[in-house]
């Protein structure tokens, strides 16, 4: 949960964030209703960089974006991953009960046309309905501005079963899970064969788009989960500052974040390496809901938080330092000769490593769900979100570390679990899967 | 859910409002920190209003602050009812665990002191904390503004019960609430001694609230029920606009007002006709978790919708109407002889009665928990509050008429209840429950 970068990254980022800022081709209109967007916005396939491996799109506008502020749904890559992230989230997995890869597509393409009008700031149907039919759309949106709502869908290993005739288009990437030390996994609350996640910095924007492509889905899917998140725990943008999260600390301080177009080709989009070129342009989304026992930490003396973070509490530096971006020295030691980041710091596992380079883009939220029942305390902590190339190169090999020896495992338990391939961006004409199963 | 009130009591509204404009002594500062305060903000009970009866606050500020702006926390009456309706919500019931006065008392001098800290957007405790102690503050709310943070004590009839030697001290109109037709009332979601209300423009801030309070009151209190709320469903400020609920009407369109300062004497504060003068000033507030079958409503025709509420969707007009705030005519009649507003619709139940004039501020919020384990659909719908200077007289007779009656009730399932006496304003130097307690 907090930052999974490797010593000394934080000032070669800096470097990049300075020289970026002038490249960063935002385009903002003011008034009402305005548009704010990409420089390529509605450029689909065109935006593509001039490097082999993924392509890439141009940096996001900033997040204090006014509420009338539009994020373009066609583009390389879907929305709601290098955007910035907004303040909330509704997040639902679908099991499929459509049998045959004909319902499949029509899902797919309804959805596409709903999730382009609701990013619009428009109603899924016609304003003027017919009184004898149901609405087209729920109605708790009219009136709403855009309020930058992305929609983002992924697909689980269960689309590539026996049901659609994709077994050999499932990517070698898109495996289950392993099974990690201290897993306390509900299974009401993982998988799922389709995801959707919709961020907006309203949060009724975000599950009114939920709600209506569960709607629309009927006869073809039923939700296998929901999760609200009530404030966002990453930046993903220079330009955001970075969140608190519920145990208070500065959470995601070395996140990957959009501009630095260099990381996200290496270590976010699906570029040439994978196995299925439909995914080119993708990601893989590693969703995890970890419980926070927030009443154990709240008793934890604030010496130990930050012994168990490795970070300081008030200013989100690193041990020694004065500011939160202060570089991260993992072999510094004190005057005791005992290392500043203890061994089972949070921030020193989660640290890319020097073999594997893991790192992710986190975009996770808060979350609260009233009382655990058994135990009389609060339901709440981390609904976490990554995004990343290959999960075997990122979340899979980063959690081993964690779930072996992070010294935050006392305060916090994985209740429930999914991963998502998500497709490449829609292009003019095309919608979600167009590239797999058109 | 929609609006009890008269026929035709909105034209004389409107024009209160006109004239009430000008008499509303808000005091705004601009910039990060600044206050935006009531004109008497700090004058606690020297702002009484001249008439005999319940003491009168100016009129609230405008509902578009910034996010810097704060409510004061002491004032004639408690913040959280006459402020203009925050968008998010945090609310918990507690069990007292205490077992004599001075503990409660002690208690509810704590919670006082903090939550004055957080509504004034401070930590609980100092920002240089003991680093081998708990911090006073759980941290999640550092660098976020006070983002017009309330925070709303209420009592339950618990506390009036042989432990604290109260019993005397039991405002008869703290009844338990009678089981109305249709309940489906879940003990969980249920009852409980004590009530936060926090609310706020930043959710985070909201929770903050709630969490910390129940950590300081570790030892005398245990949470029994918690409700996250994602978007108000009330407007209670003539500046604010008329939101819609989870079945995409506008709800609220003849609220009470908080500028409606004879509205708010006559319906919401507790008056000199109390038994029990301790909580003249206060105010009765009734919860009710009102889960919505959006699945089922979402299946319904636009026309039976508008039927069943008595308003059209779009402009929240009454039938016949074209503009929200248009009067509704509870006697009109079509072409063919029928009531324009159905004998069972929503509004024409909850309106206040000739006999009755019952009327209610309505302070609730939209909610979702996630999926029903038992039926795979959205547990959603409408975390209903509401403020009255008398349930016997407001919630009681309105919900006897809605239970027995409404159209609605095919599409809705109360699922939680609760009924709490809210003390008066804190003055400087007092504390929560003083009138009661000191």
Known sequence: MADPS????????RRFLTTAAAATGVAMVGGMGALVGYELAAGGASATSGTPGAPASPAPAASDAPASATVPFRDVHQAGIATPAQDRLAFAAFDLTATDRAALGSLLRDWTV??????????????????????????????????????????????FDERFGLAARRPAALAELPRFAGDFLEPARSG?????????????????????????????????????????????????????????????TNNIVAEDVELMRDHVWVGDETDQPWLRGGSYLVARRIRMLIESWDRTSLGEQERVIGRQKATGAPPGGAAEH?????????????????????????????????????????????????????DAGLFFIAFQKD????????????????????????????????????????????????
Request: proline residues 9%.
């Open 192 to 252: 799922g064969d389709l995801a959707i996640q919709a961020c907006a910095d309203d949060p009724q924007l975000a599950f009114h788009a939920v709600r209506n492509l569960a709607r629309l889905g009927r006869g073809a899917v039923v939700m296998r989960w929901f999760q609200l998140g009530f404030g966002r725990t990453a930046s993903t943008s220079s330009a955001q500052v970075t969140p608190r999260n519920l145990q208070g600390f500065k959470d995601g």
């Open 114 to 159: 709903a999730a382009e009008r609701m990013t619009r700031g428009e109603p899924v149907g016609p304003p003027e309905p017919e009184p004898l039919a149901p609405p087209d759309d729920t109605g708790e949106a009219i009136g709403l501005r855009a309020g930058r709502l992305t929609i983002t869908v992924g697909f689980g290993s269960g689309l």
């Open 326 to 378: 202060d570089p991260v020295d993992l072999a510094a030691v004190g005057p005791d000769g005992a290392p500043l980041v203890a061994a089972d710091a949070h921030i020193r596992l989660a640290a890319a490593s020097a073999e594997g380079n893991e790192r992710i883009l986190r975009r996770g939220y808060s979350y609260t769900d009233g009382i655990d029942p058994q135990t009389g305390l609060l």
């Open 391 to 438: 999960p075997r190169q990122g979340f899979i090999p980063i959690q081993r570390r964690l779930a072996a020896s992070d010294a935050l495992n006392e305060y916090i338990r994985h209740t429930g679990s999914a991963v998502f391939a998500c497709p490449p961006g829609v292009g003019p004409g095309g919608w979600w899967g167009d590239t797999l199963l058109g």
């Open 6 to 13: 490797p010593a000394g990254q934080s000032l070669s980022r």
